[in-house]
């Protein structure tokens, strides 16, 4: 199995180091041959607007798109959740984003960059200890449609917003567990997603 990370902006080099501790196929992924080699995808945090104009200007954005809608696992940190779901709440003018996720995502909900935090999370499929997460300019999700798991959620002015959410192969944090030195998310990933979509595949 390979796994790619879309490297046109953002954290690449974190989730490819991840992704290598769990022992797995990792590479940079920025060209159309590139994105056809791999069997999944991570789109990494950074900025959502400015990842879907690069996709643009690199032909990669509609190649993309198509591999998601057809099934390719794939999972997506902070902006990488953005991307991935169907609407945005707040978006910048024009934006757009692959898809996929029956979500409705608020951009910057919790706030600007000098709001950034951590918290410790109960998130479901790991055992304890709990997950630190580690947010920055982080969406959350607003509301999830009939087919999206929500896995982890945060208080935040007294209610409760999904985090963490899977809708069949594809998955989303709205934090960066890929800076944290704790690998289980990406082993989630790589062992709930990816091997038993395989396994289905075969």
């Known amino acids: 199995m390979k796994i790619g990370v879309l490297s046109l902006q953002g954290d690449v080099r974190e989730h490819i180091n991840s992704l290598h501790d769990c022992g797995v196929d990792a590479l940079a992924v920025n060209t159309a041959e590139q994105l056809e080699s791999i069997d999944a995808l991570v789109i990494p945090g950074g900025e959502s607007t400015t990842i879907a104009k690069l996709a643009r200007s690199f032909g990669l954005f509609d190649r993309i798109q198509k591999r998601i809608h057809s099934g390719m696992p ?18 910048a003018k024009d934006q757009e984003t692959f898809g996929g996720m029956d979500l409705v995502v608020m951009r910057n909900a919790f706030g600007r960059q000098v709001d950034s935090f951590e ?17 920055i300019r982080a969406p959350w999700v607003e509301s999830v ?35 944290t030195g704790d690998n289980r998310v990406h082993k989630f990933f790589v062992e709930n997603v990816c091997r038993n979509n395989a396994a289905h595949v075969e």
Request: charged content about 15%; some cysteine.
């Open 74 to 91: 794939t999972y997506g940190s902070c902006a990488g959740m953005i991307l991935l779901a169907n609407n945005i709440q707040g978006a």
């Open 145 to 179: 449609g009939d087919g999206v798991e929500v896995l982890a959620t945060v208080e935040f002015d007294g209610q409760l917003h999904p985090v963490a959410v899977r809708q069949g192969n594809l998955l989303a944090t709205s934090f960066h567990p890929e800076l």
């Open 119 to 135: 918290v410790d999370l109960t998130f479901k499929g790991i055992t304890d200890p709990p997950l630190r997460a580690i947010f």
